[in-house]
């Protein structure tokens, strides 16, 4: 229910502000709204009551009620406010729905076929040629005389028959030589012999050389991750016929500072002596990380070169 005296005392302050209508309104009276009444929310609870702005809306608990005001006489015509700003360009209004196509005009009627022309008569065949008269055949010629038999010649003594001769090899040789010296590569530049890996093989006719070697490669860097790479070749007679790129990068293990090499080719040779040696080089690295190749005689890394003269 409401508190009888709290809803007198609103309506006292409604009319207050009725009284002064005529000469502060729009300016005094904040809580009167446009059309001359104030919004009051009343709690359920206890009748509590308190004006409201006329976009306020009152809490879920309380009531809103809405008290008119009398209107007084017109006050004389305010002067005329500057004009506001213009307001922001609404929107573009949706586009409107497409009409209707029209209907489709009706097909015209096909024109009728005009008439086939007449077929023109067919014109007389020609007249055929004349047959041309055949050559005479030529003579055929006289066939020659066969000449006489000469006589059988008289068969040739039969001679001795020679001694065997020794059993020859079947053509084919080999070698293995051995390295002597352990070669250092401390640069990335020329290649280096390895000492004692070369051998001159002699080659008959309708025969290949088979070539192969290996050997140990060192990497002597000091810290993981140190790498080398190494190139080594067999060349016959100073041309390469193989090469072979090894690389070694040290790891945490005990076991990863070196790598063997090995390879193996065949190749073509002309008949006579032919010297096959074995090269390396130090292609890339870490820094300034190193590489031994080969070694000694007792050495684990102690290179090799096996030379075959196989007949083909």
């Known amino acids: 229910m409401f508190n009888k005296r ?17 000469v502060a309104y729009g300016w005094v009276r904040t809580w009167v709204t446009t059309d001359d009444t104030v919004r009051v ?50 929107s573009q209004g949706a586009t409107g729905a497409r009409g209707y196509n029209g209907a489709a005009g009706a097909t015209g009627a096909t ?3 005009g008439a086939n022309g007449a077929t023109g008569a067919q014109g007389p065949a020609g007249p055929a040629g004349e047959a041309g008269a055949s050559g005479p055949a ?4 006289a066939t ?16 001795a028959t020679g001694p065997a001769g020794t059993s020859g090899t079947a053509g084919q040789n080999a070698a293995t030589v051995y390295s002597n010296q352990t070669v250092s590569l401390d640069n990335t530049f ?20 088979y070539v192969s070697t290996d050997g140990g490669i060192v990497n002597n860097g000091m810290n993981p991750g140190d790498y080398v790479q190494v190139s080594v070749r067999v060349l016959v007679d100073g041309t390469p016929v193989l090469e072979r790129l090894y690389g070694v990068e040290l790891g945490p293990s005990a076991n990863t500072y070196w790598t063997n090499w090995s ?16 090269d390396v080089a130090l292609k890339d690295r870490t820094g300034f990380t190193t590489a031994s190749v080969a070694g000694m005689m007792n050495s684990p890394f102690r290179g090799t070169l096996s030379v075959l003269v196989l007949n083909k």
């Open 6 to 22: 709290r809803v007198s005392a609103v309506i006292a302050l409604i009319f207050s502000f009725a009284a002064f209508s005529s």
């Open 41 to 90: 929310c009343i709690s359920n609870a206890n009748g509590d009551m308190h004006a409201v702005y006329g976009d306020q809306s009152c809490k879920g608990n309380e009531e809103l009620v809405a008290f008119p005001l009398g209107r007084g006489a017109d006050g004389a015509t305010g002067a005329t406010g500057a004009t506001g700003a213009q307001g922001p360009q609404g």
């Open 111 to 113: 024109g009728a076929n």
């Open 138 to 141: 030529g003579a055929v010629g």
């Open 144 to 159: 020659g005389a066969q000449g006489p038999n000469g006589a059988p010649g008289a068969n040739g003594a039969t001679g």
């Open 190 to 209: 020329g290649t280096h012999e390895v000492p004692g890996l070369s051998y001159t093989a002699t080659v008959g006719a309708n025969s290949v050389l």
């Open 263 to 278: 390879a193996a080719v065949t190749a073509s040779a002309t008949p006579g002596d032919h010297t096959v040696t074995v």
